[in-house]
């Protein structure tokens, strides 16, 4: 058997080789350590059974090692791989159609594109076969992701809005000690709403009990912008006498000595507008100031975020047998906000 032979045109040490290796990706690391083994003097085939690749390749590899030094060893050429089917400029069309829908563009009565359905434009528009797993890789390259799309409120008036929030930043900031800042909002809290996303074991998924019919707790509530704290009332539904009786229980509650005015923010439900609510406004006119959030802006009330931060605590993912357990998962989540009002305020009056 021919023995391996070195130029070592570097004169590099084998402590020099080591280093390399330390800093070599991990998959080139064997060339390096080739060449360590041939300077220890070691036959091609020990280096083989110990490196578990072939001798021809330890052969290969002294031979780059000879002719260029390091920097030949662990030189890797780019293979070209297959060109790919649909040109730059094509793929900049796709991207385009993929901001309507297929029935929009007239292909197809479908809303929404799927894999197959793209494949299918593709085919029909360029004459390029793709799969389905093929077109998903490929849009992946083009920096797409498939995602759910969300919910915006089509009639929100973006001028409005900002103008409310002005006045809003101008009342906060002249409100003195003896008045405060209330956001007030209803809500229905449902068991048959309660599935979110969480982590299980692979292949495993958890079971929500449910008797196949839908229980619910109706609250009004107020959160006071400048102290956190909240303040709540059950009902068995929503309509003018519940708006009415809430707002009496917010005076009885927070009109005291060191309190004169209370501005209070809410949005433009019918209810909050009923006619007998008159008579009770004009009695508290000089210290009851109701502000009313521009339509399709549930956005401008930081009291929307409190229902959401109940029903992700206290009612996701939990079988509730009925109403009494879901009021239970309630009065347990707000006796234990009511500790830290200081944590309430800093993630929801911002």
Known sequence: MRKLHLNNPQNLTIEDLNKIKRETPYKLRCRVQAVILVMKGRQAKQIAEYLDISEQTIRKYVAYFNEGGVKKLLHVSKKPGRPPRLTN????EVKEVLKQSPSEVGFSTHTTWNCKTLAAY???TYGVKYTSDGVWRMLLKMDFRYNRPTYVLAKADPEKQK??????EELKKNLTECEILLYVDASHIRDYQGLQRAWFPKGEQKKIKTYGH???VTLYGA???YTGKVFCVNYDKIDAEKFKDFLKKLVSHFLK????KIYIVLDNARVHHAKLLKDFLDEHKD???LKFIQPYSPNLNCIEELWKWLKNTAIYNRFHKNASEIQKSVDSFLEEIKCCSEDVKKRLCV
């Open 257 to 260: 000595d060191d309190i004169s």
């Open 223 to 225: 959160l006071n912008y």
């Open 89 to 92: 400029e094509q793929k900049e």
């Open 287 to 289: 210290h009851l100031f």
């Open 163 to 168: 103008a409310f929030q002005d006045e809003l």
């Open 122 to 124: 593709i085919y029909d």
């Open 214 to 216: 839908h229980a619910k």
